[in-house]
């Protein structure tokens, strides 16, 4: 992800979810040690998909991931999630972590379908809807 990139990504933020993180957490994080911003990019639509990991020693965890919600069901979100798992193994992550709505059906196949387990459930842990989410993890 590039500056250039992030407007772009905010507005697919703001599609897909409740609570979408502002333009500036995703300036922040540019260029900051242990963070990989990856976006998925159409030649004519521009970016279409991006991912936020965070990697410290052999742990990772996926703190944010999202498609345009026009474009979903097309195996975007399976690319995306794949070049996270190589970025995550390129970095030495043995272990990756996730959170994810519970109500989350596409998601939560998505992940299985890649290797993630679920771990834990976190009570409460999104807003708009208040929702639990379930923990998942992989080895990348």
Same mark, same amino acid.
Do not use: H, P, T
């Given at each position: 992800m590039r500056e250039e990139d992030v407007d772009m990504v905010v507005g697919i933020e703001a599609e897909a979810f409740s609570t979408p993180w502002r333009r500036d957490t995703f300036l922040n994080l540019i260029d900051r040690p242990g963070i990989e911003l990856l976006v998925l990019e159409d030649r004519t639509e521009g970016v279409v998909g991006y991912a936020v990991l965070w990697c410290i020693l052999d742990q990772g965890e996926l703190a944010n991931v999202a498609v345009t919600p026009r474009l979903r069901g097309k195996g975007l979100g399976r690319r %995306?999630?794949?070049r996270v798992m190589e &970025?995550?193994? /390129?970095?030495? &992550?043995?272990?990756l972590y996730l959170e994810v709505r519970a109500s989350n059906a596409a998601a939560? /196949?998505?992940?299985?379908?890649?290797?993630? &387990? /679920? &771990?834990? %459930?976190?009570k409460g842990y999104y807003d708009h809807p208040k929702e639990d989410a379930r923990i998942m993890v992989a080895r990348p």
């Open positions: %995306i999630m794949s &970025v995550a193994r /390129e970095r030495g &992550v043995d272990k939560l /196949e998505l992940y299985r379908s890649l290797g993630f &387990v /679920e &771990v834990g %459930i976190r």
